[in-house]
């Protein structure tokens, strides 16, 4: 298997534990890389009943949903702070740490300025 391919199918194993201990994992989002889009990445992806979620080429809208969340975390998170050529344990903990932030306290305008959090709890 060629290196290139070796880091997202770490992630993919990864994904694959967090579902054994039953910790929801439906979709790997993906882009058109050609890490991603190769025989072998894809082989195992649909050995492990993976669904893969992927734009089609020159429609960046299919994945906008995450593509918006990615520069929210992008902008302000590592370009806020000029965090570049941190340490992987940085950067995993910035994003744990953004990602509840983002979820619990950070308010946006399409939920009435509430968390999403909080709209959940005033929907149920």
Known sequence: METRV???IEIMEKAIQ???KKIPVKTIMED?????TSYDYQEQVK????????SRKGTPSDN???ESFHASLKSETFYLYELTNEP???VIETVKEYITYYNEQRIQQKLGYR??????????
Do not use: H, L, N, W
């Not at 050995?47 to 992927?54: F, N, P, V």
């Open 6 to 8: 070796a880091y997202p």
């Open 18 to 20: 967090m579902k054994q």
């Open 32 to 36: 058109q890389g050609s890490v991603y």
């Open 47 to 54: 050995t492990k009943g993976i669904t893969m979620s992927m």
């Open 64 to 66: 906008a949903c995450i």
């Open 88 to 90: 992987t344990s940085i």
């Open 115 to 124: 968390s999403p959090v909080d709209y959940r709890e005033s929907a149920a």
